[in-house]
Nanobody, 128 residues
Framework: QVELVESGGGLVYTGGSLRLACAASGSTADQYHMGWFRQTPAKERELVAALSRPGDSQSYTNSVKGRFTLSRDKDSNTLYMQLDSLKPEDTGVYYC?????????????????????WGQGTQVTVSS
C-alpha cells in the first residue's frame, strides 16, 4: 500500500511553466514505478509520463515530449514533473500513480487490485 499526495498545480499562461510533485509514503513506497496521468472532461484519463522504479525506463506521451521532464528523489520518494512551454491543451487534472507492473498502460486496469495506487489529483490550467 502506498499513499500519494500531489502538489504544484495552478494557473499559468501559454508558454509558462509549472513543477508538479508527488510524495509517496508507506513502507513499500520505494518499490513502485511512478508516473502522471491527466484527465479532462472531453477525454478519458491518459498517461502523460512515467518512470520505472530502477530509473532505466521512461515513457512520455508524444504531445509532451521535449516539454515535460520527470525526475525522482529516491531519498524522499518524491516524483517530480517539470512542465515547460505549456499549452492550453495541457489543461486538466493531473493524477500521480504508482504501479507494480510495467508498462504504465497497465495501471488503469490495475486499479482496485492492489497493483496500482492513485493520488487525488491536482488541477493544471493553461490560459491563452
Amino acid at each position: 500500500q502506498v499513499e500519494l499526495v500531489e502538489s504544484g498545480g495552478g494557473l499559468v499562461y501559454t508558454g509558462g511553466s509549472l513543477r508538479l510533485a508527488c510524495a509517496a509514503s508507506g513502507s513499500t513506497a520505494d518499490q513502485y514505478h511512478m508516473g502522471w496521468f491527466r484527465q479532462t472532461p472531453a477525454k478519458e484519463r491518459e498517461l502523460v509520463a512515467a518512470l520505472s522504479r530502477p530509473g532505466d525506463s521512461q515513457s512520455y506521451t508524444n504531445s509532451v515530449k521535449g516539454r515535460f521532464t520527470l525526475s525522482r528523489d529516491k531519498d524522499s520518494n518524491t516524483l517530480y514533473m517539470q512542465l515547460d512551454s505549456l499549452k492550453p491543451e495541457d489543461t486538466g487534472v493531473y493524477y500521480c500513480a504508482a504501479g507494480t507492473r510495467w508498462p504504465p498502460s497497465l495501471w488503469m486496469d490495475d486499479r482496485g487490485q492492489g497493483k496500482s495506487f492513485w493520488g487525488q489529483g491536482t488541477q493544471v490550467t493553461v490560459s491563452s
